[in-house]
């Protein structure tokens, strides 16, 4: 583990100073609880080039464990673990059994995060044993009750302006509210479609401890995403996301099934898709297309829900290109700590 003064002791006596930035007690508190600088939550995807960045810059990193071997979840937890101070959480996507888990617990993972389900005791139990911090995702005033029930550290309220697979139906402010009002002492972060630090401050002031961010750090030198979808992002307007089931077929790699509607750009199989009348599966134009091929996933065919990352060769802008609806907003290609340097300046400016 990298030795030192915690982030968060830096974040105090430097530019990121609380009182200067205006934050509240809860928003404090989750810097000290989990030694950052900045309230800033990396979401899942990008790799671990990307989570390290995020976290030895001072945000939360995050490293996606659901569809790796036990071994391989024992790897990337390590390496975490020797390239931070801690600050970063392994997520599951409860749509299949986290066969991981015991290893990275293993290992020594510092905090577990679920979405896309409520974890059952005998998980949550392993949790608390392995010594780590719960995280669970929600979207609903229902959803939060039943997580609360579980005592977890922190809250993710999603709301539907995310991109990728997407578990909220409402909107992000519509949501918070409730599950705010529910949670009580619970920190609650917020996600979807925040993208720069106005959109941070928005929902620290609605009441959020901070923020969750995908698509934008996507979009950046560190992240795993393949070079020509991070030019798409980059090419996005406000109104090139599209909230849709057009993407539902699992790689060959991914065991279970992940059936669920999800934000992407629209690009030429969502647009030959729709002009055919949004069809079923076995009735869509060009299903049976390899549109790309990758050196360790194999094939990926049109409709598959894998999205470009780096080594992918061919037809990559037919693929699923996951975007939330604050890709408008993302027109550079920085590094993951200049990122988080400017989001908090532009945090600071807004008040």
């Given at each position: 583990?990298r030795k030192?003064?915690?982030?968060?002791?830096?974040?105090?006596?430097?530019e990121?100073n609380d009182?200067?930035?205006?934050?509240t007690a809860?928003t404090?508190?989750?810097?000290?609880?989990?030694?950052?600088?900045?309230p800033?939550?990396?979401?899942?995807?990008?790799?671990?080039d990307?989570?390290?960045?995020?976290a030895?810059?001072?945000?939360?990193?995050a490293?996606?464990?659901?569809?790796?071997?036990p071994?391989?979840a024992?790897?990337?937890?390590n390496?975490m673990?020797?390239?931070?101070?801690?600050?970063?959480?392994?997520?599951?996507?409860?749509?299949v059994?986290p066969?991981s888990?015991?290893r990275?617990l293993e290992?020594?993972?510092?905090?577990i995060?679920?979405?896309?389900g409520?974890p059952?005791?005998?998980?949550?139990?392993?949790?608390r044993?392995?010594?780590?911090k719960?995280g669970?995702?929600?979207?609903?005033?229902?959803?939060?009750?039943?997580?609360l029930?579980f005592?977890?550290d922190?809250?993710?309220?999603?709301?539907i302006?995310?991109?990728?697979?997407v578990?909220?139906?409402?909107?992000?402010l519509e949501?918070?509210?409730?599950?705010?009002e529910?949670?009580?002492?619970?920190p609650?972060?917020?996600?979807?479609?925040i993208a720069?630090?106005?959109?941070?401050?928005?929902?620290?002031s609605?009441?959020?401890?901070?923020?969750?961010?995908?698509?934008?750090?996507?979009?950046?030198?560190?992240?795993?995403?393949?070079?020509?979808?991070?030019?798409?992002l980059?090419?996005?307007?406000?109104?090139?996301?599209?909230y849709?089931i057009?993407f539902?077929?699992e790689?060959?790699?991914a065991?279970?099934?992940?059936?669920s509607?999800?934000r992407v750009?629209?690009n030429?199989?969502?647009q030959?898709?729709?002009?055919?009348?949004?069809?079923l599966?076995?009735?869509?134009?060009?299903?049976n297309?390899?549109v790309?091929?990758?050196p360790?996933?194999?094939?990926?065919?049109?409709?598959?829900t894998?999205?470009p990352?780096?080594?992918?060769?061919?037809?990559?802008?037919?693929?699923a290109?996951?975007?939330?609806?604050?890709?408008?907003?993302?027109k550079?290609?920085?590094?993951?700590g200049?990122l988080?340097?400017?989001?908090?300046k532009?945090?600071?400016?807004?008040?």
């Open positions: 583990m030192g003064k915690s982030v968060a002791a830096k974040a105090i006596e430097g990121s009182d200067e930035a205006g934050l809860t404090k508190k989750l810097l000290a609880d989990y030694n950052l600088k900045y800033i939550f990396q979401a899942a995807p990008g790799g671990q990307l989570a390290i960045a995020v030895q810059s001072g945000g939360m990193g490293v996606a464990l659901s569809f790796d071997s071994d391989y024992f790897k990337v937890v390496r673990i020797n390239a931070t101070n801690g600050n970063f959480y392994g997520n599951y996507v409860l749509s059994p066969k888990l015991d990275a290992a020594g993972c510092p905090i995060q679920f979405s896309w409520i059952g005791q005998g998980v949550v139990n392993k949790v044993h392995g010594g780590a719960l669970i995702q929600v979207s609903s005033n229902l959803g939060a009750k039943k997580a029930s005592d977890p922190f809250l993710i309220c999603q709301g302006e995310a991109g990728g697979h578990q909220g139906t409402s909107s992000l949501s918070i509210e409730g599950i705010l529910l949670a009580g002492p619970v609650v972060l917020a996600a979807g479609g720069n630090g106005k959109d941070i401050r928005q929902v620290v609605a009441g959020a401890a901070g923020a969750v961010l995908g698509t934008r750090f996507m979009a950046t030198k560190e992240s795993d995403a393949h070079d020509d979808y991070k030019r798409e980059i090419a996005a307007n406000g109104n090139s996301t599209v849709t057009c539902d077929k790689p060959t790699f065991s279970g099934t992940w059936d509607a999800h750009l629209r030429s199989t969502f030959e898709w729709e002009a055919a009348g949004c069809p599966s076995g009735s869509r134009p060009g299903e297309d390899v790309a091929t990758h360790v996933y194999g094939e990926t065919l049109r409709y598959e894998m999205s990352v780096t080594g992918h060769e061919g037809s990559l802008e037919a693929m290109l996951y975007a939330g609806e604050g890709v408008g907003k993302v550079d290609l920085p590094s993951a200049d988080l340097e400017r989001l908090w532009e945090f600071k400016a807004t008040r």
